[in-house]
C-alpha cells in the first residue's frame, strides 16, 4: 500500500517514468537498437532486421540477440534531443493526415500493421514533460540495448550542410542524452536519386562526420553516402517507388530490395564498426 502511494506521488512529482511503475517484465528492451528517420519506415526497416540476422556471426555479434526498428517521420537528432519546441513535434505530435508518424520492424513489430504513433504504446513512451525523447527512452527500466545505431540524414539535410556548427551542436546533444555505456553507432541514410539532392547530403554528410569526430567518435561513424552506394541509387529508377508511367514518384525512400543492396555494399563497414563498439580496446 506504502509502495503504491509512494509511487503515484513520485509520478505526479516528475521524477519517475510512467512503465517504472508498470507491472515487471511488460516492457523488454531490444538487444539491438536500429533508431532512425523515414528511409526505416518506407523500405529499410525490415531490411535492417535481416541483416542483423544474417551478418551476426561475420559482425561478432550472438545470433540470439533481438532486433528493433524503429523509423520516424521527418524525424532527426535535432528532434531527439529537443525537451520542447517544433523539433520534438515532429516526433511526438499526431500526424495530422496518417495518424501515425513511425514504422516498427523486429521485436518492436506487434502485428502485421508496422505503423505506430510515437507516444502511444507501451514501447514508444518517448514522449514525457519536460525531458528530450532520448531522455525518456534511455530512462532507467526502459531502453537499455546493448548496440544503438542512429539512421539519419533526411530531414538534417540543410541544417547540417549549412552549418557545421549545428551539426556539432546536435552531436553535442546527442552524446550528453545517449547513456554513456551504451555502444553506439552513426550512419547516414541511403543516396537519394537525383544529383542535386545528392550533392547537398554529401556536404552534410561531411559536416555530421566531421562533428563526431571531433566530439571523440565515442559513437563510430559509418557513411552512408559513397561512390557504390551513389552508383548503385543515383539515376535509377529501379531502386524507387514509381508512377504506372515509370517515372519515379518518390526520390528519397529506395526501396526495400535497394536498402538490402545497400547494406550489402555497406556491410564490411558497418560490421567493423560493430566490432569496434561491442570490443572497444
Not at 60 to 83: D, E, N
Request: glycine share 8%.
Amino acid at each position: 500500500m506504502i509502495r503504491s502511494i509512494l509511487a503515484r506521488v513520485l509520478l505526479c512529482a516528475g521524477l519517475i517514468f510512467p512503465w517504472q511503475v508498470s507491472a515487471e517484465g511488460r516492457f523488454r528492451s531490444p538487444d539491438i537498437l536500429v533508431l532512425g528517420d523515414s528511409q526505416l519506415s518506407f523500405g529499410a526497416g525490415q531490411a535492417f532486421v535481416d541483416f542483423f540476422r544474417q551478418n551476426a556471426a561475420q559482425c561478432g555479434l550472438s545470433r540470439k540477440m533481438s532486433v528493433g526498428v524503429i523509423g520516424v517521420r521527418s524525424s532527426s537528432l535535432a528532434g531527439f534531443t529537443a525537451a520542447s519546441g517544433p523539433a520534438k513535434g515532429l516526433i511526438c505530435d499526431v500526424d495530422k493526415t496518417w495518424k501515425v508518424n513511425a514504422g516498427v520492424y523486429g521485436v518492436l513489430k506487434d502485428g502485421k500493421n508496422p505503423y505506430r504513433q510515437i507516444g502511444q504504446g507501451k514501447a514508444y513512451q518517448f514522449c514525457q514533460k519536460g525531458v528530450t525523447p532520448f531522455q525518456a527512452m534511455f530512462a532507467k527500466g526502459y531502453y537499455m540495448p546493448q548496440l544503438l545505431v542512429m539512421f539519419f540524414l533526411g530531414n538534417a539535410t540543410d541544417r547540417w550542410a549549412d552549418s557545421p556548427a549545428d551539426a556539432m551542436e546536435d552531436v553535442r546533444r546527442t552524446m550528453r542524452d545517449v547513456p554513456a555505456d551504451v555502444p553506439c553507432i552513426f550512419m547516414t541514410t541511403a543516396p537519394a536519386y537525383d544529383q542535386a539532392t545528392v550533392r547537398t547530403r554529401l556536404k552534410a554528410q561531411k559536416n555530421i562526420a566531421a562533428a563526431f569526430k571531433q566530439n571523440g567518435m565515442r559513437c563510430t561513424f559509418v557513411e552512408g553516402y559513397t561512390p557504390e552506394t551513389i552508383a548503385e541509387n543515383r539515376g535509377n529508377p529501379a531502386n524507387f517507388r514509381r508512377k504506372p508511367s515509370g517515372k519515379v514518384k518518390d526520390p528519397f525512400h529506395p526501396t526495400e530490395a535497394a536498402a538490402r543492396a545497400f547494406l550489402a555494399l555497406r556491410r564490411d563497414d558497418l560490421c567493423r564498426a560493430i566490432s569496434r563498439q561491442m570490443s572497444p580496446g
